[in-house]
């Protein structure tokens, strides 16, 4: 950022920054296939009354599914509707700030770009050295684990989300100076 | 300014052989040396010259540039020993302007640097660093190598993943380990950060006006010692350990759910602000 | 040794691999009722659409959701796609009628998402000191979440997401100039929030 950059500027440097992206939590495929009705093999002509008349299905079945995910969410007795009720128990990760959720996934990304670079030129590293690395990552995986934990069942938590953030931080800036001490290959 | 240049010495001292190569620099010259020897000691003088003497074990890879016809602005110097045992046996100190900026990586050396004023960046893997003096910029990283820096540093970011930090304040100081300590004592400091996940912080500087200081650990406990002449704002909070308060009559209060603690107190207009937070390491104030 | 480091390795990236087919066979397959055609399409476009439906909702739990609907509603109205369009603009719609049908039927939510609902108390929304990297993106992101739902959604859909004036429209039956106002709200707000 210049000296110069004006509020709005650097707001767009910003945003221009977020990612585009996030994985969706990794069970969320086989929800979505359990839903998903069987398409008839004829192909449909999409009249105008075809499509009011498939509307009017999708609505009534939206409704259906609304009704019982409503009606069913906590129970485990078969549904009367050919659809699987949706489980309501959020993931761990869904009890997080959403937010942070964002945040995790460009850690992920981070620490899986370094372990990769890492591991490519382990063979140069001192096996004390590597035992150091191993000794250390294990410390922060295990605080991040904890904050995590904790965040969770607080997710409102200022504090707590800080504490998270600076272990992985920590953690990240570790990966990256041990990918720095070995040459490259 | 003398031009002084001495070809390297292949003479063999048992295993060994000597190093000594100078070079006319400019007083502000970038130094980059990679070292893989047992030792490292940098010195700064008032010469506007580099000198790089020592002993190396024999069957050593030593690249050390070739003097110029004019001073030189910057220098790139190459030390590599064949086996661990000669890497020992290897040790060099370097003499450079106060000015120069030096740059340094070695694997196992312990570094010593003093007297440099310019810049010092210092990266090891298991030896120790010992700074004496205040450069105007250090970084100083070791994995599990205590950093020791005698001085105060305008700006200084010292890392280490198991290695100890002690230091004695600066203008801007940040230091983080993993599982070191980091012992913060007989100085002064403007702005300071001290991050440890498992291993306790101790500090006890004195605070310029207006000072900003942050410490957090993960587990570590955090021991600060503050002066109640000038008392600053202090803003803790743990998530399930204590805090203690020795340093005036304000309680802590518990955290919600009653685990974890939290203490707020105002300070002196130019007091500063001290910020604390650990998630179960204990928190203790004390008086100065 | 050679294997020592990856004891300790972190759990793989959950970003799914970019396939080879390009979306047209997939889809024209999806059509046919090809449901691993279906799922590679999710793979190669869930990550958009959930990012969307996050910052849109501002609740992992509510996004999931929303990415579910928005997907099972894609699978059923494949047949009627055309294909001159992008499939990620259009799963984004999807996701966008989803979000707003959603809050059509919702009733007022806790008091802890309440302040963003309410405009006023979004002005009390406090400064943060803008921060480098990720810790800079956390901070705009909280700040995102934080601000009421209809200036949020104006914001990601024009400024993060690129969408013209005239999509958004179309996405969300939005004024030209009730989304201008939005608009310019939420960078006030979010300049604010950022200490920009």
Not at chain 2, 74 to 97: D, I, M, N, Q
Not at chain 3, 74 to 96: C, G, K, Q, Y
Request: glycine fraction near 8%.
């Amino acid at each position: 950022m210049t000296e110069h950059t004006s509020p709005d500027d650097r707001l767009n440097e910003l945003t221009a920054a977020l990612p585009r992206e996030v994985a969706p939590p990794p069970d969320l495929w086989p929800a979505i296939r359990a839903e998903l009705a069987p398409r008839s093999a004829r192909t449909i002509q999409w009249t105008p009354r075809w499509r009011l008349a498939a509307a009017g299905l999708l609505v009534a079945a939206s409704s259906s599914i609304l009704t019982l995910f409503a009606v069913r969410a906590r129970e485990h007795t078969p549904a009367a509707v050919a659809v699987t009720p949706r489980d309501t128990a959020p993931v761990a990760e869904e009890r997080l700030p959403a937010h942070l959720v964002v945040a995790e996934r460009a850690y992920a990304r981070s620490i899986d770009a370094l372990w990769r670079t890492l591991d490519e030129r382990r063979d140069s590293l001192a096996p004390s050295t590597v035992a150091t690395v191993e000794r250390s990552l294990r410390i922060a995986d295990s605080a991040i684990a904890e904050a995590r934990s904790a965040l969770e069942h607080d997710p409102a938590n200022r504090v707590l989300e800080d504490l998270l953030v600076s272990n992985y931080e920590r953690k990240i800036d570790l990966l990256r100076r041990a990918t720095e001490l070995a040459p490259r290959t | 300014m003398a031009l002084v240049a001495v070809a390297a010495s292949a003479t063999s001292l048992h295993a060994q052989r000597k190093v000594h190569t100078a070079y006319a620099v400019t007083p502000d010259v970038s130094v980059r040396l990679f070292a893989s020897v047992g030792t490292v000691q940098v010195i700064g003088w008032d010469k506007d010259s580099v000198v790089v003497s020592g002993v190396v074990a024999q069957g050593s890879q030593v690249s050390l540039g070739t003097p110029g016809a004019g001073p030189t602005r910057g220098l790139k110097l190459f030390v590599e020993s064949p086996t661990e045992k000669a890497v020992r046996e290897g040790s060099l100190t370097v003499r450079v302007p106060r000015g120069a900026r030096i740059w340094l990586k070695t694997g196992s050396a312990d570094v010593t640097a003093s007297e440099v004023t310019g810049g010092l960046d210092l990266n090891v893997v298991g030896g120790s660093i010992t700074v004496h003096g205040s450069p105007r910029e250090l970084r100083a990283e070791s994995m599990d190598g205590a950093v020791t820096i005698d001085g105060s540093p305008s700006w200084m970011r010292v890392k280490t993943a198991t290695g100890d930090i002690a230091l004695r304040g600066g203008e801007d100081v940040g230091a983080s380990t993993i599982s070191g300590t980091i012992d913060a004592r007989g100085g002064e400091v403007e702005r300071v950060k001290l991050e440890s996940t498992t291993g306790a912080i101790h500090f006890a500087l004195a605070l310029a006006r207006g000072a900003s200081v942050e410490m957090e650990t993960h587990s570590g406990p955090i021991d600060v010692q503050l002066s109640r002449k000038s008392p600053p704002e202090v803003d803790a909070a743990t998530v399930t350990a204590t805090i203690e308060n020795m340093w005036s009559k304000t309680q802590p209060t518990a955290g919600r759910e009653g685990r974890g603690m939290s203490l707020e107190l105002g300070g002196g207009q130019m007091g500063g602000r001290v910020v604390l937070r650990s998630f179960k390491g204990k928190i203790t104030l004390r008086g100065m | 040794m050679a294997r020592a480091l990856s004891l300790v390795r972190h759990e793989a990236s959950v970003d799914a691999p970019r396939l080879a087919l390009g979306d047209d066979g997939l889809v024209e397959r999806a059509r046919r009722g090809d449901v691993d055609a279906f799922e590679q399409l999710y793979r190669l476009h869930a990550g958009r659409v959930y990012a969307l439906c996050l910052r849109l909702a501002a609740d992992p739990v509510v996004a999931r959701e929303l990415t579910q609907d928005t997907f099972v509603k894609a699978w059923e109205a494949l047949p009627r796609f055309r294909a001159d369009a992008s499939l990620t603009t259009w799963l984004h719609r999807i996701a966008v009628n989803a979000l707003l049908e959603r809050r059509r039927g919702e009733k007022r939510r806790s008091a802890r998402v309440s302040l963003a609902d309410d405009e006023d108390a979004a002005e009390m929304i406090v400064g943060v000191v803008a921060a480098p990297d990720v810790a800079t993106a956390i901070d705009l992101e909280r700040a995102v979440g934080a601000l009421p739902p209809g200036v949020r959604r104006a914001f990601v859909l024009h400024d993060v997401e690129g969408y013209t004036h005239e999509e958004i429209a179309a996405m969300t039956g939005l004024a030209a100039g009730t989304l201008r106002a939005q608009l310019h709200r939420a960078r006030q707000l979010l300049m604010r929030a950022l200490s920009l």
